[in-house]
Nanobody
Framework: VQLVESGGGSVQTGGSLTLSCVAS????????MAWFRQRPNSEREGVGI???????DYEDSVKGRFTITKDNAKTTAYLQMTSLKPEDSAMYFC?????????????????WGQGTQVTVS
């Protein structure tokens, strides 16, 4: 599975951004897709998950502000971010896996995109 993120950029506090993650995978296979972020000198942390059964979950600090969706073809996942704060600044990564019970753990995922930078000032 190859993942390519896009949509990062610089915004002011309170602004919005939408990140996209295009997955190239066997369409007969189903993958859960997650978003992670990593700040300098920090571990990669889970932001949210779109599981194979349609379950969606978020890290507490982004609940109510971030929304994860996935297109019907299951090839693209989106992370809509609103009410952005400076502490949301990080490199954002898309990840895919076939079992994502512990989705907040980076070790759960075998496939990663290259990341896209989000800066909120």
């Amino acid at each position: 599975v190859q993942l390519v993120e896009s949509g990062g950029g610089s915004v002011q506090t309170g602004g919005s951004l939408t990140l996209s993650c295009v997955a190239s995978a066997d369409r007969d296979s189903d993958y859960c897709m997650a978003w992670f972020r990593q700040r300098p000198n920090s571990e990669r942390e889970g932001v949210g998950i779109f599981d194979t059964d349609g379950t969606i979950d978020y890290e507490d600090s982004v609940k109510g502000r971030f929304t994860i969706t996935k297109d019907n073809a299951k090839t693209t996942a989106y992370l809509q971010m609103t009410s952005l704060k400076p502490e949301d600044s990080a490199m954002y990564f898309c990840a895919a896996g076939q079992t994502c019970g512990n989705w907040w753990k980076a070790s759960e995922f075998g496939y990663w995109g290259q990341g896209t930078q989000v800066t909120v000032s």
